[in-house]
């Protein structure tokens, strides 16, 4: 008999929207979707370069990454983000940090008698990595307090998708010590370490002031897909302790897991250039201040949201509720309890749109028309 991983999986969540997506497609002047986090804004040239340059690439890629892209990020993490003491070989490519994040509990050969644990409200990829490993979860927000032995894997993701919520230095810094004590590997999703507002710096777990220079029991995943708008190439990497990183490697060899050459020199380009780093996040900026006030302004609480590419807003009722007022409006949004139980109540708007779509999107909540 073949099949039946499928079966343990839960439904993929968007193809549940198919009767708002209808209602928001058929607003006159059209959908403004901001139900998912994919970039829309063009590729930089630099990076384009780069990538067009290195497309004669007729041998396999190497699994470990070239030393020039591994040189890259790690002077990346120190000039952007501070983080230290990284050394070339616990850096590692990765097809697309979602790639990843499934297949890790199973490259770590985690199984039945493991416990992952994901944040409350949590990018679904979290739950469904344990699940494909066969590893058992739990959602919460403080693993040191949960009963029982510790969990052999805890993710934490600031700034939170779906909530914006950034965890301080002293938070994560706690965090840590509890890992080490009790034998856990701490796990941080980074994809929007780079897009805090309101003067609010997120940190890595894997910053000085967090864990004292010593990255051992952490990893820190990066994704390239929204400081770079490189969705399209799967463009990330995980750094941090540099035997676990090993251990990846070594059965990502043998499992093919390459990310493909002229990717990997596009990468050390957008990891090398600042400048439309900069440029991407100023957009990000320029729409989320158009898109707070107008939220308010048509009677949405917006909770957290200080970091991230979304605002996670509610009206005090049911998410799919909301979804629907929404959609008669040609907005399309994701509803908050694709995120935990605790989401049920909320919705997600994502930033990413074209100028002209959030221009729309906050013509049509303003409660004057």
């Given at each position: 008999m073949y099949g039946g991983r499928s079966a343990a999986l839960p439904t993929f969540p968007w193809d549940t929207l198919s009767d708002v997506t209808a209602l928001a497609n058929s607003h006159p002047d059209g959908i403004v979707d901001?139900?998912?986090?994919?970039p829309v804004d063009p590729v930089a040239p630099?990076?384009?370069d780069a990538l067009a340059a290195a497309s004669s690439a007729p041998g396999y890629p190497t699994t470990a990454g070239t030393p020039g892209l591994r040189a890259s990020a790690v002077a990346a993490l120190a000039r952007r983000y501070g983080i230290t003491g990284v050394a070339a070989s616990a850096v590692l490519p990765v097809i697309g940090t979602k790639e990843l994040i499934a297949w890790l509990p199973t490259l770590l050969g985690l199984g039945g008698d493991d416990v992952v644990v994901i944040p409350e409200l949590a990018y679904p990829t979290y739950e469904v990595g344990a699940r494909l490993a066969g590893a058992s979860w739990v959602r919460s927000d403080a693993p040191q307090?949960?009963?029982?032995?510790?969990?052999?894997?805890?993710?934490?993701?600031?700034?939170s998708n779906p909530t914006g919520a950034i965890l301080t230095a002293g938070?994560?810094?706690?965090?840590?010590?509890?890992a080490r004590e009790n034998?856990?590997?701490l796990v941080s999703d980074e994809c929007y370490l780079g897009l805090g507002w309101d003067d609010t710096a997120p940190r890595s777990v894997l910053h000085p002031q967090v864990c004292d220079g010593d990255h051992t029991g952490l990893l820190a995943v990066h994704s390239l897909s929204k400081t770079s708008s490189l969705a399209g190439y799967r463009?990330?990497?995980?750094?941090?302790?540099?035997a676990v990183v090993a251990e990846l490697l070594a059965v990502r060899k043998h499992a093919g897991m390459m990310v493909p050459t002229p990717v990997q020199a596009a990468m050390a380009a957008a990891l090398e250039d600042d400048e439309h780093e900069h440029e991407q996040r100023d957009r990000y900026a320029r729409r989320r201040a158009l898109l707070l006030p107008a939220l308010r302004a048509a009677?949405?609480?917006v909770d957290h949201s200080q970091g991230g590419l979304y605002l996670w807003a509610t009206r005090g009722e049911a998410c799919r509720q909301t979804l629907g007022w929404l959609a008669e409006r040609g907005i399309l949004v994701a509803p908050g309890e694709f995120y935990g139980p605790s989401g049920a109540q909320h919705v997600r708007v994502a930033l990413t749109a074209p100028d002209e779509r959030i221009a729309a999107a906050v013509d049509r909540l303003d409660p004057d028309r």
């Open positions: 901001l139900s998912v986090g994919t630099v990076i384009r307090r949960l009963d029982g032995a510790p969990p052999a894997l805890v993710y934490l993701n600031s700034p938070e994560l810094r706690a965090l840590v010590g509890w034998g856990v590997l463009a990330g990497f995980v750094a941090g302790d540099a009677g949405f609480t």
